[in-house]
């Protein structure tokens, strides 16, 4: 199983909400990601988690509060976001944080009204 | 600050050609440089994964180069096929802070 499974595939929520985006991965990898991607532009890292721990946070506004329950699930809470968050948000993987391919989930594709 | 840069912006040739695609990295501290593809809308797909102390991997059609000390990297698809139509991004892990780093991308649109 070579999967990075991200969930939900589509999210619409308004300003004033609360919801989660949700990754997981079964392959034994313990360094997990999070990045936000806007139309035709790169990948932007958001967080990383090293053993559960989180390792880099690339000063995300509070808005986006991440978790690492355990070594298999990666969660990104989403509260009071913005219009401008709207975007694709995706989940990577690695066995540990250096010197391997990530692997990269399909992505949530949230929409802020 | 680590930047990394990909020419051409976007590229369209007829389909059976061999095309290179450029990316280049400002600062040589690196673990690795990884190539992806990303359809529209879809996640990425990793290609190749090239660690600093190699020249080159190669899969398929596809083969890519390193040249840390010049900060430069190529990705070559030989005999190109409409289903190569796709964006193609580089990403540099830098070894300061195990950032990871990633081009703007090229869009290859080959034509049939």
């Known amino acids: 199983d070579t999967e990075v499974t991200q969930t939900p595939k589509h999210l619409v929520m308004g300003m004033t909400n609360k919801k989660s985006l949700k990754c997981e991965q079964h392959?034994?990898?313990?360094?997990m990601y999070w990045y936000k991607q806007k139309a035709k532009k790169p990948p932007e890292l958001m967080f990383v988690?090293?053993?559960?721990?989180?390792?880099i946070n690339e000063s995300v506004p509070s808005r986006f509060s991440p978790e690492c329950p355990n070594s298999s699930l990666l969660n990104l809470h989403l509260h009071a976001l913005q219009p401008e968050d709207s975007a694709l948000y995706l989940c990577?993987?690695?066995?540990?944080?250096?010197?391997?391919?990530?692997?990269f989930g399909a992505g949530t594709r949230l929409s802020v009204l | 600050k680590q930047e990394v840069t990909q020419i051409p912006a976007a590229l369209s040739v007829p389909e059976g050609e061999n095309l290179v695609l450029n990316c280049s990295f400002t600062?040589?501290?690196?673990?690795?440089l990884q190539w992806f593809r990303q359809d529209p809308g879809k996640g990425l797909t990793s290609l190749l994964l090239?660690?600093?102390?190699?020249r080159e991997q190669t899969s398929g059609r596809l083969n890519a180069s390193l040249d840390k000390s010049s900060g430069r990297s190529t990705l070559y698809i030989a005999a190109s096929q409409p289903g190569d139509s796709a964006t193609y991004l580089c990403?540099?892990?830098?070894?300061?802070?195990?950032?990871?780093?990633f081009g703007k991308g090229t869009r290859l649109h080959i034509l049939p």
């Open positions: 392959m034994g990898h313990r360094a």
């Open positions: 600062d040589s501290a690196i673990y690795n």
């Open positions: 988690y090293s053993y559960e721990k989180l390792s």
């Open positions: 090239i660690q600093s102390s190699q």
């Open positions: 990403a540099v892990r830098h070894s300061r802070d195990d950032k990871i780093i």
């Open positions: 990577a993987s690695t066995p540990t944080l250096t010197s391997f391919i990530q692997y």
